[in-house]
């Protein structure tokens, strides 16, 4: 390419309106000019978790570009919070366990005493019926009518103790169930919590090198501080093989661009060192990239052809300059 036409494509790529690393084309070429990253065909992308509150913070990252081994912390996010839930939590289920010990001792108590009056009542209950059950004939009819009144005294004094332990003992039951599910409700919001701790540190799952995401809404590098929701991609876990380039392509250009289309690509960092790629796939749809404006954008897939003496790591920015069709016209 002739340098007035680079120049003019680079030009082009500063007018009002179009975001930072957009796709975009010179009315006077042939050729599309679109940025894009270098990337592993692996990546572990690393998303905030599920915690209570629906903002967290990233507390620490491990630094970017450096290598992580499987089972390495790569990102944690501020726990403070939870840490001192779940030491509240362990206070709120040993106070219960105390309190349940106390309170079930109490019930076994009244329990023992109320077995004890119902055993009373029934040892006085049998001597009435002894003495209930000698004939009137051998009796005043004044004594044999205490005798009986006694009995059925005895009768009431009976039922009305065994009542009492019978409301003793279910109450034990009862208490004992609603302490159970007192404690298995303190225990499974600590277990919860537990796993939330274990949850905010993000481990890498194999070795690779750390890349930091891009915040979806500024499109600067998320870094130790920032505050994201759940589910916001953070890091990515990399390895550096079977390396490809994914670039975007603005949608007004859709049709300008072959889906099988060869093209150059130059690294921003060694921009003298050029190398051929291929387009593999391109997304179906376009979408919307909050930190570049209104447009949407078709992901491409560059398969890349790199020479052996260039260094690729996932991350570096690309220059990809492609053929565009001459069929069509921008509006």
């Known amino acids: 390419m002739r340098g007035i036409d680079r120049l003019l494509l680079l030009a082009a790529l500063m007018l009002p309106g179009t975001p930072a690393g957009a796709a975009t084309i010179s009315e006077t070429t042939d050729t599309l000019l679109i940025t894009g990253t270098v990337r592993a065909t692996y990546a572990q992308k690393l998303r905030a978790p599920r915690l209570d509150s629906w903002r967290m913070q990233i507390q620490w990252m491990a630094p970017e570009g450096s290598l992580v081994k499987a089972g390495d912390e790569v990102v944690r996010m501020d726990s403070a919070n939870l840490s001192s839930e779940i030491d509240q939590l362990e206070l709120q289920l040993r106070g219960a366990e105390q309190r349940a010990q106390k309170e079930l001792a109490e019930l076994e108590v009244a329990l023992i005493e109320a077995e004890r009056a119902r055993v009373e009542a029934d040892a006085a209950r049998a001597k009435a019926a002894i003495d209930a059950g000698v004939p009137a004939a051998h009796l005043p009819k004044i004594q044999f009518e205490r005798y009986q009144l006694d009995l059925e005294r005895a009768d009431n004094a009976l039922l009305e103790a065994s009542a009492r332990r019978d409301t003793a003992q279910s109450g034990i039951g009862k ?22 701790l274990i949850s905010a540190s993000l481990r890498a799952e194999r070795s690779g090198s750390v890349l930091y995401a891009s915040d979806p809404q500024t499109g600067n590098k998320l870094n130790v501080g920032a505050n994201v929701q759940f589910s916001t991609l953070v890091a990515e876990v990399t390895e550096a093989a079977d390396l490809v380039v994914v670039a975007w392509l603005n949608e007004v250009d859709g049709l300008r661009l072959a889906p099988d289309a060869a093209v150059r690509l130059t690294l921003d960092a060694q921009p003298d060192t050029p190398f051929a790629g291929q387009i593999r796939r391109r997304s179906g749809a376009a979408e919307a990239r909050e930190a570049w404006g209104a447009s949407r954008y078709f992901e491409l897939e560059i398969a890349i052809q790199p020479p052996a003496d260039l260094v690729l790591t996932p991350g570096m920015s690309v220059l990809v300059e492609a053929p565009a069709s001459a069929a069509e016209t921008r509006p």
Request: glycine share 4%; hydrophobic share 30%.
């Open 175 to 196: 208490r004992q169930a609603e302490l159970a599910l007192e404690r298995q409700t303190l225990g499974l919001d600590l277990e919860r919590k537990r796993e939330q």
